[in-house]
């Protein structure tokens, strides 16, 4: 048995389910986890076989919940400290160094992406910092090792790789999904996750003219929080006349209402520019939609084009508009896809992820 402190200072979004879901499989094999997170931590309400605590607010720690923090921490003694998340490097630098003084235990450290949703200028230099004080990291993607030993030189020796499950694991048992509005709508699209500029969202909506065109009856949502202003993808809407088949959910919902858009959806649609990794690709899989994504980011560690996904170029309309009405006109396509997904995501599970964790906590101890 190990005794595992997780840090993810964001109490909402993927890096805390990714958290969550890890810290329930790492219980799950006989070890203790104790995780710190954010005062709005939303997985509160779900079945947790870990304890937690409730210590950053907005990123920052709560003087008087980090007090309570390093009492915890040297009650528990942890084995191995493992910090989650890439958004305040600067934060995490502090943290990291505050911790060392009441404990010797050996760091290890999952990003999750490879720089934050906001870059500062000196984040680059704040990073080089922050991988040294680590004894290992785990990535996403071979994709991201490339990118942070370029950036950030790392060791390609200390580096492991670990797929992405499905981040919505818990949500299978525990809550009905709430159907969004469809009215008329015969076929639906959905683009799902944080809106922003490197997500490609112009580019699909851009394609919806053709798509409509030839399936008059179909419905794209995009859903997400925005991170930039979301006027440009109004206007583009409304300037082709696309108000009736696309909607537009600029916010962050709730875990009935995205279970509601996957449950919904016929194919989930990844248009990205750039990027490193998406939990949504999995979370689709399980939810056996079919995925249609760009050739960045990785997805192809995910998706092998034609067999569990489709890939397209980036920057495209015309592309992805003709694969979007090639699988919603085929649904024998679409269901050869799913099958296929579903296998990847029996060989892809959290326990397989927390078996490969253990194994390099335990080389590290």
Not at 233 to 251: D, F, M, R, T
Not at 308 to 326: F, N
Request: hydrophobic share 45%.
């Amino acid at each position: 048995m190990m005794k595992i402190l997780l840090i993810a200072p964001a109490g909402k979004a993927g890096t805390i389910q990714y958290t969550h879901n890890l810290a329930n499989a790492l219980v799950k094999k006989g070890n203790k986890v104790l995780l710190a997170t954010a005062v709005d931590f939303e997985l509160k309400p779900f079945f947790k076989a870990y304890r937690f605590l409730e210590v950053f607010d907005r990123f920052r720690p709560h003087p008087l919940k980090l007090g309570r923090f390093f009492y915890q921490l040297l009650r528990f003694k942890p084995d191995i400290v493992h910090l989650q998340g890439a958004q305040h490097p600067a934060v995490y630098l502090i943290l990291c160094g505050l911790i060392r003084l009441f404990c010797k235990a050996p760091f290890v450290y999952t990003p999750q992406d490879v720089l934050p949703n906001h870059k500062g200028k000196f984040h680059i230099q704040a990073f080089r910092h922050l991988y040294k004080q680590f004894d290992h990291i785990f990535l996403n993607t071979s994709n991201n090792q490339q990118d942070i030993v370029k950036l950030f030189q790392v060791s390609a020796n200390k580096i492991s790789i670990l797929s992405i499950p499905d981040l919505l694991a818990f949500l299978t048992d525990e809550l009905s999904p709430k159907i969004p509005p469809m009215p008329g709508a015969k076929h639906v699209l959905l683009c799902f996750g944080l809106i922003e500029p490197r997500k490609g969202i112009h580019t699909l909506v851009e394609a919806m003219p053709e798509v409509i065109s030839q399936l008059p009856d179909t419905l794209l949502f995009i859903v997400g929080k925005p991170l930039e202003p979301i006027q440009p993808y109004q206007n583009s809407i409304a300037e082709l006349q696309l108000q009736a088949h696309v909607k537009l959910v600029p916010e962050y919902v709730s875990f009935e209402d995205m279970a509601g858009y996957f449950y919904s959806s016929d194919i989930v649609i990844l248009p990205y520019y750039s990027g490193w990794n998406s939990g949504v690709i999995s979370s689709a899989f399980s939810f056996k939609k079919p995925v249609i994504a760009t050739d960045v980011a990785g997805f192809k560690d995910v998706i092998e084009d034609g067999k569990t996904g489709v890939i397209v170029p980036p920057k495209d309309a015309k592309s992805l508009a003709e694969q979007i009405v090639k699988l919603l006109k085929n649904k024998q396509m679409q269901a050869e896809l799913v099958a296929n997904a579903v296998e990847s995501v029996k060989a892809n599970s959290w326990e397989k992820i927390a078996e490969d964790t253990i194994e390099i906590y335990k080389k590290i101890t």
